[in-house]
T-cell receptor, first 114, second 115 residues
């Protein structure tokens, strides 16, 4: 089974500063990668996904992520954060040919400081 | 608009009572999932169903039961056997027709408090 590691449980950052949220996964098999955002007392909303092709993927709200196969990483970035980006962010992985199983990291709480 | 509806949003029960959480989707998705979320632990899979009248246990199925009598509905029952039922419960669905790489779509969750 996969394991997904989000090393940073909490990330404080000042408004308009850049941010990177880190995600590493364990398996070397072909994978699909996802980032989700969760606002308080709500469900998870898909930010972006990597399925194949270009390793740099762009998502909603100005976020982007880069897939690095050799480092088994899928870090999320935003060049300039807003107060409204304060939320919990989850990285998720599913394996090709076993797409019904999703593996989630433990989440990173992003707090944007005015 | 298509989506996943979970009800109620907040649920309070006394210890020893069974409680059923509702999940309905109008996305025409075949696969549906139940996750439990606790602070600092991410999402843990309780049950999932790939097709009507079939479901599989996830990582933490003990103390829970599900049914899948209709494609649109996947209710979760938290039984009195669940030792620590207070949590945030998330229902999700997935479009199987577009292949393995489809993402999960989530409802807005039900927060269950058992005292």
């Amino acid at each position: 089974a996969q394991s997904v590691t989000q090393l940073d449980s909490q990330v404080p950052v000042f408004e308009e500063a850049p941010v990177e949220l880190r995600c590493n996964y364990s398996s070397s098999v072909s994978v699909y990668l996802f980032w989700y955002v969760q606002y308080p007392n709500q469900g998870l909303q898909l930010l972006l996904k990597y399925l194949s092709g270009s390793t740099l993927v762009k998502g909603i709200n100005g976020f982007e992520a880069e897939f690095n196969k050799s480092q088994t990483s899928f870090h999320l970035r935003k060049p300039s954060v807003h107060i409204s980006d304060t939320a919990e962010y989850f990285c998720a992985v599913s394996e090709a040919d076993a797409g019904n199983q999703f593996y989630f990291g433990t989440g990173t709480s992003l707090t944007v400081i005015p | 608009d298509g989506g996943i509806t979970q009800s109620p949003k907040y649920l309070f029960r006394k210890e020893g009572q069974n409680v059923t959480l509702s999940c309905e989707q109008n996305l025409n998705h075949d696969a549906m999932y139940w996750y439990r979320q606790d602070p600092g632990q991410g999402l843990r899979l309780i049950y999932y169903s790939q097709i009507v009248n079939d479901f599989q246990k996830g990582d933490i199925a003990e103390g829970y039961s599900v049914s899948r009598e209709k494609k649109e509905s996947f209710p979760l029952t938290v039984t009195s056997a669940q030792k620590n039922p207070t949590a945030f419960y998330l229902c999700a669905s997935k479009d199987e027709l577009t292949g393995d790489n489809s993402p999960l779509h989530f409802g807005n969750g039900t927060r269950l408090t058992v005292t």
